[in-house]
């Protein structure tokens, strides 16, 4: 089985306005410098060290980069010495990274979901604009709309300090500083994100997409005509086997599937290109997975399928044979077609008829017309004795 299958639906999410402070990871190379320096000197920096080293002597310039660093919480001050600063675990970091956590105050959102197949629960923390009053306003056709504030509710309490790796937005890792004590629950409809499961044999995969937004800057793009748009793949921990398995019980179809063969038992089919090729587009109404929950309907694309029974592989060999005679079906010719056919689902045995019972059956089937050219083929070599 190779079939590969998209297993889509929409995230629900929850949102939350609030005041305060978020940091991003910016490229600053003067603090990390500093902080690669510190590291030199046993964890400990003096305005002295850096002005001597970095800044060509340039002391005042050196006070000024050490306060900001003390600022950025990448320097915290040294009891032991008054004019010496020691190296957080912060600035650790910011030198190994080469990137420092800058803050900036003001209006945001963050987006979590329990959606299992996520890899984390928060999803996107980005800037946001109130509407303006006249705006709210013609939103909402002259009608007030009462805002409701809250305390902000627990988990986003516990967010506060930690960093957190986010797979959608301009930034993907950020970390909140400060909430203010009242917060306003977002609008579900301003964040609109699809997941989808990839299932194939070698490796499957998610696909995290934002169908809509707001920009980063907070004001919604697709007002514009521009859609903001973000996405993120992960590695999925979903053994595709028992996916498959799980999504045929889904149809009813557990036990038209073979596990050894490898192929959905099926009558034999109308479709043409199925009888060819003997794959078949399944349609999967409600597809569900165990512990992962229900997606939209889908379709497993070229899934291999073989005759349920021995008239359904008798048929099917006989239209397999029907189509291999392109040419005079001399005897030995006419055998090796045949063979070729019944090979394809010899563990059924399927009975083919023989050259002159298979042109009597065309011709009777041609009501009238002219033989056709496998019946000329097979006639021919017939009248000819070949």
């Given at each position: ?172 890792i950020m970390r909140i500083d400060r909430i203010a004590e009242s917060v306003e629950e977002a609008d579900k409809d301003e964040l609109i994100v ?193």
């Amino acid at each position: 089985m190779d079939a590969k299958i998209r297993l889509t639906r929409k995230v629900q999410l929850e949102g939350w306005h609030f005041q305060g402070e978020v940091s991003s990871l910016r490229s600053r190379p003067w603090e990390v410098a500093v902080m690669a320096l510190a590291q030199q000197h046993s964890g400990r920096v003096t305005p002295e060290d850096i002005s001597r080293e970095l800044l060509n002597g340039r002391l005042p310039v050196a006070r000024r980069l050490m306060r900001i660093c003390e600022q950025l919480g990448l320097l915290v001050r040294d009891e032991s010495e008054v004019d010496a600063l020691r190296i957080t675990e912060h600035g650790e970091r910011a030198a190994q990274s080469q990137r420092v956590f800058v803050p900036q105050p003001g209006n945001w959102t963050i987006w979590q979901s329990s959606d299992p197949l996520l890899p984390s629960p928060q999803i996107r923390v980005a800037p946001w604009q109130e509407a303006s009053a006249l705006d709210q306003a013609g939103k909402n056709r002259g009608i007030g709309a009462s805002r409701s504030f809250q305390e902000p509710p627990d988990f986003l309490r516990q967010l506060v300090g930690k960093e957190l790796e986010l797979p959608l937005g301009k930034d993907r890792i950020m970390r909140i500083d400060r909430i203010a004590e009242s917060v306003e629950e977002a609008d579900k409809d301003e964040l609109i994100v699809q997941i989808s499961l990839n299932l194939s044999p070698g490796e499957s995969s998610l696909l995290l997409e934002t169908l809509q937004a707001p920009s980063e800057n907070g004001t919604d793009a697709s007002n514009h005509g521009r859609t903001w748009q973000s996405s993120a793949t992960f590695p999925a921990n979903v053994p595709y086997q028992s996916a498959w398995l799980d999504l045929l019980e889904t149809e009813g179809l557990q036990e038209a599937w073979d596990q050894e063969k490898q192929i959905l038992r099926v009558s034999f089919p109308e479709d043409d290109v199925e009888k060819a090729k003997l794959r078949r587009d399944l349609h999967i109404q409600q597809p569900a997975l165990p512990g992962l929950g229900f997606f939209d309907a889908t379709l497993a694309y070229q899934v291999p399928i073989g005759p349920a029974t021995t008239e359904d592989a008798c048929q099917w060999a006989e239209w397999k044979l029907k189509k291999a005679i392109v040419d005079y079906a001399t005897r030995p010719r006419f055998e090796a077609w045949a063979e070729q056919s019944r090979r394809l689902f010899q563990d059924l045995n399927p009975v083919l008829p023989t050259r002159e019972q298979l042109a009597l059956q065309i011709r009777n089937s041609s009501d009238g017309q002219s033989p056709g050219q496998g019946e000329w083929h097979i006639r021919a070599c017939l009248d000819w004795e070949l």
